[in-house]
């Protein structure tokens, strides 16, 4: 399709240069000559879901779903040490040389879905977002000539509104792929759509826009499958062409059917992500931070935005590089620059040490599964905004700290169960762990001491 627009574009414009109209004719001329080309393009359009219509009506085969991934399997500490100075005063402090990598200021961003009355309107994270209804194909069984039936019967209706309302959006609002996604449930879930036209209208949809996703059943459900271009854990997969497609709506099916091809070569895989998510509309919240310091009882306010907080849980949970890379919401930011920076008048070690401080002394340490049931990395806003955290959380705030305010490059550090923070200095790392409580630079915890944490450099 793509291929299909460029050409039509240099056709015009060797019409142009090579012709000399007068203003009417000229005018007229490009109205025929779009009218052709919209009509051209809508029978390449045809003969595409035509094709794809044949591909579904072949055999579907049979694919077992494939266990979760887990990121780390050794367990986590249920309480935070504490630091024991006669117990660790002796040891060698953990360093070792790192690749040098120049910092990179994050961009700041300019700064739940619920359907309000049905019929295209709805919440979209403080939006009203007011789309106009569609006529959607009956799914009347769970079957392949039922799906099959249902392409054929919705690429014949008029989509054309519908997909660039959506594409105006995803660009007005700056979706990301998943984002775009919650756009596209938020306005099925509006139109009170059957279970079964819900699921296969968001693939028709989804598929439209140029996403690589698949519907796929089994003898009860139908379910919609996508793929990403990272890996993502704890989700339910299905191998396809040597292609993880990940169930991203509907029950927990053990086994489905589905077919092997793509609707278009053009078509790809979702990109989760953090470095674009969308933009809300801000409903600002505060984080009341209190901690003592250098004989000085500190408060901070620092707001986040609850919007962009209840995005973020949707997203599924991959690799802790994305969350320690992951641009900071500028508010959030720019409370920290304004209320903690002013305070941060010490040596570098003395400053590296003071947000360990606060942060050993400000948020509250649990696992993952007693505040959530599950493995949840948070990203720097989520930890401000849920009451406590675990390993990672708090090595990715503290990393978001030392980076923006003490402009020092920092990596994460990957240990079995663990994770804390390494601060480069003259080219080395020394260990910085916002877990460890009352621990300062260089502390390393008595389990850890023998332990070659993996560096993760981002």
Known sequence: MQTYNKLALILWMMIVSMASFADDDFQKSFEAFAKD??????????????????MLEQNWAEFQAMPPLKRDKAPKPKVAPRYTP????????????????????????????????GLGIFDFYGHTINLPTIEVSPVKSVSQESLSRFWLAQSEFDNVGIIEQLTSLK??????????WQLIQGYLSSLNLASNERQAMAWFLLTKLGYKVKV?????????????EQTAYEMTYFVINGVRYYQINGHKLKGVKTYHGEYSDNNEALNLAFDKTLKTKIEPRARH???????????????YDVQRVQYLRTIPQLDLEFYFRAPIDGITLNAFKQQLLPKLKGSQEQNINHLLSLIHQAFPYAIDELQFGEENYLL??????????????????FAGLVKHLLKTQVIGLDYPGHIAAGVVIKGAYQVADPTFIGAALGDVMPNYLKTIPVQIIF
Request: overall charge negative.
């Open 37 to 54: 080309n919209q009509n051209s393009m809508q029978g390449f359009v045809n003969n595409l879901d035509q094709e794809f219509v044949q």
């Open 86 to 117: 006669h117990i660790n005063e002796t040891h060698k402090k953990q360093s070792a040389l790192v690749e040098e990598i120049p910092f990179v200021a994050i961009e700041k961003l300019s700064t739940s879905t619920e359907v309000l009355h």
């Open 171 to 180: 660009h007005k609002l700056a979706l990301s792929d998943w984002a775009c």
């Open 216 to 228: 796929a059943y089994d003898s009860d459900d139908i379910v919609l499958l996508a793929a990403f």
């Open 289 to 303: 931070i209190s901690y003592h310091w250098d004989n000085e009882n500190i408060e901070l306010s620092i707001p």
């Open 380 to 397: 720097f806003e989520e930890t401000l905004h849920y009451q406590a955290s675990d390993c990672e959380d708090r090595s990715i705030l």
